[in-house]
DNA sequence: CAGGTATCCTGTCCGC
DNA sequence: TGCGGACAGGATACCT
């Protein structure tokens, strides 16, 4: 997203020129409306955000991405952070072509780029679940909303993965954690355990080293792979040219369930696992007892308990 | 602390 | 054809 949106938005001039009639997320806000539109009769009243929050009038000096949030940072400083959530898109249109009526574009800016070119760009967001959040500058947003975030996924050390993996829950329950590893989500995480051939109800804390150098290395190239091939259109996924992703055609486990798997041909496996669907193939991917040093010298396994 | 579940939303698909 | 329920790419709040 942030590479397909580089050419168009940088050096470019926003002004916001439709709001859609929904409110959206807004991190640490709960839901906001923009400025001019009245809430329904909804129970909760949406803040309100401002035109000036959503980059009104701003020069776009660059775009920053950390995990699956994008960063839009004006000349000014201001900064609107855009999350996809489940069925967020962004989009670029052509300014000439009339917007077809749809109740899911929350937000439309004018893009005017120096070279006079004029474009549109759309939010749209047909669950609400993703959202948009303002900062003050970038040092804001790394110092608050991103200091939550762990390293970025793209460029995890197997090392650095171990270190942020000491808790005991299950390793796909950590990988989904924002916090432990930014940009990893439900897709990905199924596909890189099974690359590593990893259980994902293995306890996190229970990986050998090689077990987290070879699921960090995973976890890069399946993340690599796909952005390649553009994204997994499960059903609406986008680029913010409209362009269809096909990284779907790639997945090993994910959407297999009930399916032979590609590497043993053992039937892939389907269980919840933190209120999400996991895939994974029983006999690739087994749970391994790696055992200490102490362990391994004769110390009975229940006492390593605590 | 870890894990489960409900919640926020709309759309789609499936079985009846 | 209609209807109810399950489920979906995410994140978080609140239980046990």
């Given at each position: 997203?942030?590479?397909?949106?580089l050419?168009v938005?940088?050096g470019?001039?926003l002004?916001v020129v439709?709001?859609?009639?929904?409110?959206v997320r807004?991190?640490?806000r709960?839901?906001?409306?923009?400025?001019?539109?009245?809430a329904k009769?909804?129970r909760?009243?949406?803040a309100?955000i401002?035109?000036s929050?959503l980059?009104h009038?701003?020069?776009?000096r660059?775009?920053?991405?950390?995990?699956?949030q994008?960063?839009i940072e004006?000349?000014d400083?201001?900064v609107?952070?855009i999350?996809l959530?489940?069925?967020?898109?962004?989009?670029?249109e052509a300014?000439g072509a009339?917007p077809?009526p749809?109740t899911?574009?929350?937000i439309e800016?004018?893009i005017?780029?120096?070279?006079?070119h004029?474009?549109?760009?759309?939010?749209?967001d047909p669950?609400r679940?993703?959202g948009v959040?303002p900062?003050?500058?970038?040092?804001?947003?790394?110092?608050?909303?991103?200091?939550?975030?762990?390293?970025d996924?793209?460029g995890i050390a197997g090392?650095q993965l171990a270190?942020?993996c000491?808790?005991s829950r299950?390793?796909?329950?950590a990988?989904l954690?924002?916090?432990?590893?930014?940009?990893?989500?439900?897709?990905?995480?199924?596909?890189?355990?099974?690359?590593?051939r990893?259980?994902p109800v293995q306890?996190?804390n229970r990986l050998s080293?090689?077990?987290?150098?070879?699921?960090?290395?995973?976890?890069r190239?399946?993340?690599?792979?796909?952005?390649?091939?553009?994204g997994?259109?499960l059903?609406?996924?986008?680029?913010?040219l409209?362009?269809?992703?096909?990284?779907q055609a790639r997945?090993?486990?994910y959407g297999?369930?009930g399916?032979?798997?590609?590497?043993c041909?053992a039937?892939?496996r389907?269980?919840r696992?933190g209120g999400?669907?996991?895939?994974?193939c029983p006999a690739?991917?087994?749970?391994t007892?790696?055992l200490?040093?102490?362990?391994?010298a004769?110390?009975?396994?229940?006492?390593?308990?605590r």
């Open positions: 997203m942030r590479r397909s949106l050419p938005l940088v470019a001039r002004s439709a709001l859609g009639a929904h409110d807004s991190r640490g709960g839901r906001v409306r923009a400025v001019g539109l009245r009769d909804s909760a009243q949406p309100w401002s035109p929050a980059l009038c701003g020069v776009v660059a775009l920053h991405r950390h995990g699956k994008l960063a004006a000349a400083g201001r609107l952070v999350q959530g489940m069925s967020g898109q962004v989009l670029l300014a009339r077809v749809d899911h574009r929350h800016w004018l005017r780029s120096s070279s006079g004029d474009a549109r760009l759309v939010f749209r669950r679940f993703g959040h900062a003050g500058s970038m040092i804001d947003l790394r110092a608050n909303a991103w200091r939550d975030l762990g390293p996924a793209l090392a270190l942020r000491a808790g299950a390793i796909k329950i990988l954690d924002q916090a432990v590893l930014a940009g990893v989500g439900n897709i990905y995480a199924d596909e890189a355990l099974f690359r590593a990893i259980s306890a996190a080293r090689q077990q987290f150098v070879r699921l960090a290395a995973a976890l190239a399946v993340l690599r792979a796909a952005i390649a091939r553009g997994s259109t059903r609406d996924h986008r680029s913010a409209g362009e269809l992703g096909t990284a997945h090993r486990v297999r369930s399916l032979p798997c590609f590497r041909r039937t892939i389907s269980i696992l999400r669907t996991t895939a994974f690739c991917q087994r749970v007892t790696n200490t040093k102490s362990a391994a004769g110390a009975r396994p229940s006492s390593r308990r």
